[in-house]
């Protein structure tokens, strides 16, 4: 468990300090929350990677975030021209789901509040599926079914384990990465389970109609790479591929004027020569470190607001806050 969510389970001890006692002490301005999912009925992308939020857990959220925060656009974060008398929030979400669509663009709308949509361009119009989601979907089955032992043994072939049982492949796929969607792939045709299938029938993504339609209600969207690998797991060249090119079909296909970049999983791992390209290409990206002081103008970090167990915003808030002051206390900020 990561030090943040220690605060997070002691949020008792601060309930008495208030949001913007503790922003000021932080000396920001501004946070940026951001979601991928919010379950409205029965989940098969997300239920055993995380817990995401409930439609009345989210719109929790919401009225938290309004009470204390105004909302922010991109514009508005870009630019750095939003009401410095006031504290804002810029909320985002990330893999462009259809999600976003059917359920937190409603909510979003009647709340009026603004937000980002980070879409992965290989997966635009449901053409492939994140290999979370497909680790997602293999746990379901291997939950779901009994195995035989013939069954056992070529599952060993494929992920390699001395002795299979549910508990153990289940946590051998959870570690899996992009790297090895040949061994997803192979265990999905094991099962009789079809990704294509499923795209076709469940369409988890949005549709370039959907986005259209969204970026007329006043939603904007940018970038989250082509396929969603980790990039401390890819070379300097295969990151700056994935992101100007996933940025430029973004660009392009929805005619932005802003070029918004928010890194898979997290910026861990990526150098200073990759964000000099990024500035040379005008591209302002985003990572998930919480609330982080940045020199780059081009650079901003964002609050995750989901784990595996459930917290109000206020108490990821207020514990990102607390974290963010230990931290300058101690000079590691």
């Given at each position: 468990?990561?030090?943040?969510?220690?605060?997070?389970?002691?949020?008792?001890?601060?309930?008495?300090?208030?949001?913007?006692?503790?922003?000021?002490?932080?000396?920001?301005?501004?946070?940026?929350?951001?979601?991928?999912?919010?379950?409205?009925?029965?989940?098969?992308?997300?239920n055993?990677?995380?817990?995401?939020?409930?439609?009345?857990?989210?719109?929790?959220?919401?009225?938290?975030?309004?009470?204390?925060?105004?909302?922010?656009?991109?514009?508005?974060?870009?630019?750095?021209?939003?009401?410095?008398?006031?504290?804002?929030?810029?909320?985002?979400?990330?893999?462009?789901?259809?999600?976003?669509?059917?359920?937190?663009?409603?909510?979003?709308?009647?709340?009026?509040?603004?937000?980002?949509?980070?879409?992965?361009?290989?997966?635009?119009?449901?053409?492939?599926l994140?290999?979370?989601?497909?680790?997602?979907?293999?746990?379901?089955?291997?939950?779901?079914?009994?195995?035989?032992?013939?069954?056992?043994?070529?599952?060993?072939?494929i992920?390699?384990?001395?002795?299979?049982?549910?508990?153990?492949?289940?946590?051998?796929l959870?570690?899996?990465?992009?790297?090895?969607?040949?061994?997803?792939?192979?265990?999905?045709?094991?099962?009789?389970?079809?990704?294509?299938?499923?795209?076709?029938?469940?369409?988890?993504?949005?549709?370039?109609?959907?986005?259209?339609?969204?970026?007329?209600?006043?939603?904007?969207?940018?970038?989250?790479?082509?396929?969603?690998?980790?990039?401390?797991?890819?070379?300097?060249?295969?990151?700056?591929?994935?992101?100007?090119?996933s940025?430029?079909?973004?660009?392009?296909?929805?005619?932005?004027?802003?070029?918004?970049?928010?890194?898979?999983?997290?910026?861990?791992?990526?150098?200073?020569a990759?964000?000099?390209?990024?500035?040379?290409?005008?591209?302002i990206?985003?990572?998930?470190?919480?609330?982080?002081?940045?020199?780059?103008?081009?650079?901003?970090?964002?609050?995750?607001?989901?784990?595996?167990?459930?917290?109000?915003?206020?108490?990821?808030?207020?514990?990102?806050?607390?974290?963010?002051?230990?931290?300058?206390?101690?000079?590691?900020?």
């Open positions: 468990m990561q030090f943040k969510e220690y605060l997070f389970r002691i949020s008792f001890l601060y309930r008495f300090f208030s949001v913007h006692f503790l922003m000021k002490c932080a000396k920001i301005k501004t946070i940026n929350p951001f979601y991928h999912f919010v379950v409205d009925g029965r989940n098969e992308l997300t055993y990677l995380y817990t995401p939020k409930t439609k009345a857990q989210f719109n929790k959220d919401l009225q938290f975030l309004k009470k204390y925060f105004h909302s922010l656009t991109a514009k508005d974060i870009a630019n750095s021209n939003h009401n410095l008398d006031s504290f804002g929030f810029f909320l985002s979400f990330d893999d462009g789901l259809s999600n976003f669509y059917s359920v937190v663009a409603p909510m979003l709308l009647k709340e009026k509040v603004h937000a980002v949509n980070f879409l992965n361009s290989d997966f635009i119009d449901n053409q492939d994140f290999y979370r989601y497909k680790v997602n979907l293999l746990i379901t089955h291997i939950r779901e079914n009994v195995f035989l032992e013939a069954q056992k043994n070529e599952i060993a072939k992920i390699a384990l001395n002795k299979i049982t549910k508990s153990k492949l289940i946590n051998t959870k570690t899996l990465s992009s790297k090895d969607s040949d061994k997803l792939d192979k265990l999905a045709k094991l099962f009789k389970i079809s990704f294509k299938e499923f795209l076709k029938k469940k369409t988890p993504y949005l549709t370039t109609e959907q986005i259209l339609e969204l970026k007329m209600q006043g939603f904007y969207f940018g970038a989250h790479s082509k396929n969603h690998p980790y990039y401390a797991e890819i070379s300097l060249e295969e990151q700056i591929k994935q992101t100007i090119e940025v430029t079909v973004v660009e392009n296909k929805f005619n932005l004027a802003m070029r918004l970049f928010s890194f898979p999983f997290s910026d861990d791992g990526v150098g200073d990759f964000f000099d390209t990024m500035k040379k290409e005008k591209i990206t985003f990572g998930t470190a919480g609330i982080r002081n940045s020199d780059n103008p081009l650079r901003f970090q964002r609050i995750p607001m989901e784990y595996n167990t459930v917290y109000s915003a206020e108490t990821i808030i207020k514990g990102e806050l607390i974290y963010h002051i230990l931290k300058k206390i101690i000079g590691k900020q």
